[in-house]
T-cell receptor
Framework: DGGITQSPKYLFRKEGQNVTLSCEQN?????MYWYRQDPGQGLRLIYYSQIVNDFQKGDIAEGYSVSREKKESFPLTVTSAQKNPTAFYLC??????????????FGPGTRLTVL | DQQVKQNSPSLSVQEGRISILNCDYT??????FLWYKKYPAEGPTFLISISSIKDKNEDGRFTVFLNKSAKHLSLHIVPSQPGDSAVYFCAGGGGADGLTFGKGTHLIIQP
């Protein structure tokens, strides 16, 4: 089955620790995205990548880092510099970034709680 | 600056009636609009889309209307069913950085 997987579903970390969230897709999509959802805030873009070995900052990139070494994978690291890391994190992918190719497919999300 | 606005955080509709969710945008460069549906603790799922060259797109119980002059789009669900209770996100696309999402409207279908 084609789709996007995120693991784990729930993640707990101590304050001050870096943590990496996994995102894998087998849809052969070029573009991948990371969003954060907080109550009343909708979906806010953290980072996106249009192609392998390239990525761009979104609206709230501070305290986060990404890599795109493979087309299928777009891991997100939440660093200790992120002031409010507890949130629901969503990964998405799309064929491209214009017109109908912009339709994004989302993974099931990872709930990160920093204690 | 919110480029996509969903001004109603929540909407309550009786089962069987029409649900109308509204969305306003400010970015004239958007050439494609999408609606997503999201249940708690799950990723959003694509519902319906419309190109900026059209004013209406219909798919079963779901219809999206686009009024470009007013920079407004709406999603109509008729008849509304209990399983339609979810958060609905409107999104606009047209640039190289993907989609811009609104904050969502929580639709509650009452029996």
């Amino acid at each position: 089955d084609g789709g996007i997987t995120q693991s784990p579903k729930y993640l707990f970390r101590k304050e001050g620790q870096n943590v990496t969230l996994s995102c894998e897709q087998n849809l052969n999509h070029d573009a991948m995205y990371w969003y954060r959802q907080d109550p009343g805030q909708g979906l806010r873009l953290i980072y996106y990548s249009q192609i392998v070995n390239d990525f761009q900052k979104g609206d709230i990139a501070e305290g986060y880092s990404v890599s795109r070494e493979k087309k299928e994978s777009f891991p997100l690291t939440v660093t200790s510099a992120q002031k409010n890391p507890t949130a629901f994190y969503l990964c998405a992918s799309s064929v491209g970034t214009s017109g109908r190719s912009n339709e994004q497919f989302f993974g099931p999300g990872t709930r990160l709680t920093v204690l | 600056d919110q480029q996509v606005k969903q001004n109603s955080p929540s909407l309550s509709v009786q089962e069987g009636r029409i649900s109308i969710l509204n969305c306003d945008y400010t970015n004239s460069m958007f050439d494609y609009f999408l609606w997503y549906k999201k249940y708690p603790a799950e990723g959003p799922t694509f519902l319906i889309s419309i190109s900026s060259i059209k004013d209406k797109n219909e798919d079963g119980r779901f219809t999206v209307f686009l009024n470009k002059s007013a920079k407004h789009l709406s999603l109509h669900i008729v008849p509304s069913q209990p399983g339609d209770s979810a958060v609905y996100f409107c999104a606009g696309g047209g640039g190289a950085d993907g989609l811009t999402f609104g904050k969502g409207t929580h639709l509650i279908i009452q029996p």
